[in-house]
C-alpha cells in the first residue's frame, strides 16, 4: 500500500492543544502534481477532507479519559474519534469557502498546521448524512458533560439541520440544554418529545438536536407561542418573552434561559396543550 500526500493543512493552530473543539478556519494547498484533481471542485458547498494525524499516537488500542471533557471511560479506539490508532487517518467534513488556484478556503478544520492531507471527497448529501445517528457520547445525560461544549455541539447540531444562525435557533438550542439539565438525561433520549410552538426556527433547533421529527411521533402540534417538553408524566413549558433586549445574538448563548421564555414545570397532562395532533399526513 503506497499513499502519498497530496496537499499540507495551513492553520493559526499549531498544536492540538490550542484547536478549539470545533476546529478552525484554515487552508489545504494541494501540491501542484495533483492541481487537475481539483477541477470542477468548486461546485460542492462541503468537502470531506481526509489527513494524516502525524502527531498522534499509533501503539494505543484502548483509551481511558477520553475526548476534551477528560470522561473516565475504557473505549477502544474504533469506537472512538481521537487522533490515537494504528493508523491515524482523520475524516473532517467541512465548508468550502472559496477555491484560490491550489488553495482551499475551509470554514472550520480541526487538523493542525503542516497536517499532511492524504484525499479530499465532495461531501455526500445521501451517503455522508445521518440526521439522527445514535452515538456512545450522545446518549449520556447531559449534566455529566461539559456545559461549554455542549453548548457548542447542541448549536452545531441546530445550524447544520437549519442552514444558518438566527435569534429562534439560539433559543432553541438554550430550551433544549435547558429540559436535559433540568431532567438530567441526553437530548437525544429517545423518550423525550415536544410539543411544537409556532416558531420555525426554534422548531428546526429542537428537531436538530433532540432526533424528534414529526415523522417520528416525537414532535407533536399544538396552536400556540409555547413549547412543551414531556418525558413520561413531566413536562416542561416555555412560552418565549416578548422582546429579548440584546443587539448581538450570540449573547443569547449566555443568557439565562429565563431571560427567553416563561417556564413552567408540572405534569404532562397539566401543562401540555389541550389541541394535540400531529401535523400533516403520515401514519
Ligand atoms: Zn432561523
Not at 132 to 144: I, T
Not at 194 to 216: H, M, P, S, Y
Not at 224 to 252: C, H, K, N
Amino acid at each position: 500500500m503506497l499513499i502519498k500526500p497530496i496537499g499540507a493543512v495551513h492553520s493559526s493552530i499549531a498544536t492540538t492543544r490550542e484547536m478549539p473543539h470545533r476546529g478552525s478556519s484554515a487552508t489545504v494547498e494541494v501540491f501542484p502534481e495533483y492541481e487537475d484533481g481539483l477541477l470542477g471542485i468548486e461546485d460542492s458547498s462541503h468537502i470531506v477532507v481526509i489527513s494524516w494525524m502525524h502527531a498522534a499516537d499509533r501503539r494505543a488500542l484502548r483509551l481511558d479519559k477520553v475526548g476534551p471533557e477528560n470522561l473516565p471511560l475504557l473505549k477502544g479506539v474504533f469506537s472512538l474519534r481521537s487522533p490515537s490508532r494504528p493508523n491515524p487517518l482523520g475524516i473532517s467534513a467541512t465548508k468550502l469557502l472559496k477555491v484560490e488556484g491550489r488553495n482551499l478556503f475551509l470554514e472550520r478544520l480541526d487538523l493542525i498546521d503542516g497536517t499532511p492531507v492524504i484525499d479530499i471527497k465532495s461531501y455526500s448529501l445521501g451517503w455522508d448524512t445521518v440526521f439522527a445517528p445514535r452515538g456512545f457520547w450522545d446518549m449520556l445525560p447531559l449534566p455529566q458533560r461539559d456545559p461549554n461544549l455542549m453548548l457548542d455541539l447542541l448549536r452545531a447540531q441546530a445550524f447544520n439541520f437549519h442552514g444558518r444562525s438566527c435569534r429562534g435557533l439560539l433559543m432553541g438550542v438554550k430550551m433544549v440544554f435547558d429540559v436535559a439539565r433540568r431532567w438530567n438525561i441526553s437530548p437525544r433520549n429517545p423518550g423525550l418529545r415536544f410539543e411544537l410552538g409556532n416558531d420555525g426556527c426554534i422548531a428546526d433547533a429542537v428537531q436538530g438536536t433532540t432526533g424528534a421529527t414529526l415523522g417520528n411521533g416525537r414532535l407533536t402540534c399544538h396552536t400556540g407561542s409555547s413549547w412543551t417538553a414531556i418525558l413520561g408524566q413531566r413536562a416542561l413549558r416555555y412560552e418565549p418573552v416578548e422582546r429579548i433586549d440584546v443587539s448581538d445574538d450570540e449573547i443569547l448563548l449566555t443568557m439565562d434561559v429565563s431571560s427567553m421564555f416563561t417556564i413552567a414545570e408540572g405534569s404532562a397532562a397539566a401543562v401540555s396543550g389541550s389541541h394535540q395532533g400531529r401535523c400533516g399526513g403520515g401514519g
